[in-house]
């Protein structure tokens, strides 16, 4: 495959013209954009960074030209606003504050735009991305950042069940950024151990099951891709159940007694909730006068939030579009590499609350349905790449 022009730059390259080294196929400025993400809940003032980010990215975006077409994206784009709209009504109906966090899923759709539209080049934000967490990890165990959860590696991530997602999600994509395969296993053992590192043993988990997936995507047929899942999803439970706790993860049982009250009385909360939801920002419960906590599990909180609407959309655009469950074409590594770290995200969710909202799943969401069906802007003369692998 032939790397692709950094967006927007005023001269426009030909196949011969592009170097095949390492370092000509990264775009500094995507690259350092991306990477920038490890400061994703560093609070400036009263916004996130990482929402600053996104808004900047946007921009950028916006003085590029795009490189790649992705058939159906204004239909995407239609839907989401219509379900925004609808979060918007609920809660509005429901009394409760629901304007910056309708703000926020807004600017998230930013980071699928740029990235399907090839407005950003994916193999520099990924390597940017890399770099990122790289740069956090060596800086929290030089004593520079803060420490929340000692001796568990979180950085500028702020908390070890979020580092260790981001951990995961990149560790998947990282695997196709190298040529050689000597070079593949020294990052999938590196990433490895920065997750170990973390102590998220849903993350842990998820990345297990994102290898496994990665690995059968091409070798089997859909229907035994099925069974594949569900024997994912039986191993994941009985893990849960019967080795969340033993080894180096032998002393949770204060903070699991925590998580299983907090999961009882978020099933109750979800018994009680009517099918259209409760509106954004519901998805937290009470234990005690003073303690309230948000949901541990992120199906829940999207049922709570926007019922069986927000439920289904969800789902449907991760696991049918993006994932294509169904599908039975075969895909490239790096399409195969995308699907996996929505595998990753789609564990996460299970255990560690908010995680479809984030800067993370929009970013593997906009890779994975760019890697899935974008394809070059008719009559463009530039090289594209459509995959942000080394091939």
Known sequence: MSPAPAPGRAREATVEEVS???????????????????FDRVSVGPVPAGVLLTVLIGVVGFLRAPTLRMPGLQV????????????????????????????????????IWVLVQGRFDAYSAVAGLVLGLGVNA?????????????PFLTGWLGDKNVAGMW??????????????????????????????????RTSMSGFAAALVWFWARNRFVMPARLVLAGVLIAGLSFAEQNLARIG??????????????????????????????????????????????????SYAALYVEG???????????????????????????????????????????????EVFFTSCAFIALGLALRARFSGRVSGTSRVVEEDFGRG
């Open 20 to 38: 095949t080294s390492w370092m000509a196929r990264v775009y500094p400025v995507d690259a350092l954009l991306f990477s920038l993400f490890i």
């Open 76 to 111: 995407l784009a239609v839907a989401y606003a219509g379900l925004i709209v609808y979060l918007a009504v609920v809660s509005q109906d429901a009394g409760v504050d629901w304007q910056q966090r309708a703000l926020r899923m807004f600017i998230l759709g930013i980071l």
């Open 138 to 150: 060596v800086a929290y165990y030089a004593g520079l950042t803060t420490d929340a959860y000692p």
């Open 167 to 200: 951990y995961a999600t990149v560790g998947i994509l990282g695997l196709v950024l190298w040529s050689r395969q000597r070079w593949t296993l020294l990052w999938l053992a590196t990433a490895s151990g920065l997750l170990f590192l973390t102590g998220s």
């Open 248 to 297: 180096a993860f032998a002393e949770r049982s204060g903070t699991d007694f925590l998580r299983a009250r907090i999961g009882a009385a978020t099933d109750l909360k979800v018994e009680q909730t009517p099918w259209y939801g409760r509106g954004l920002t519901e998805a937290w419960v009470q234990l005690g006068e003073l303690d309230r906590f948000w949901f541990h599990d």
């Open 307 to 353: 019922g069986l609407v927000l439920l289904s959309f969800v789902l449907v655009v991760w696991v049918v579009v993006a994932g294509g469950v169904f599908s039975t074409a075969k895909l490239t590594d790096e399409a195969r590499a995308a699907e996996a770290a929505l595998v990753v995200l789609l564990v996460c969710a299970w255990q560690l609350g």
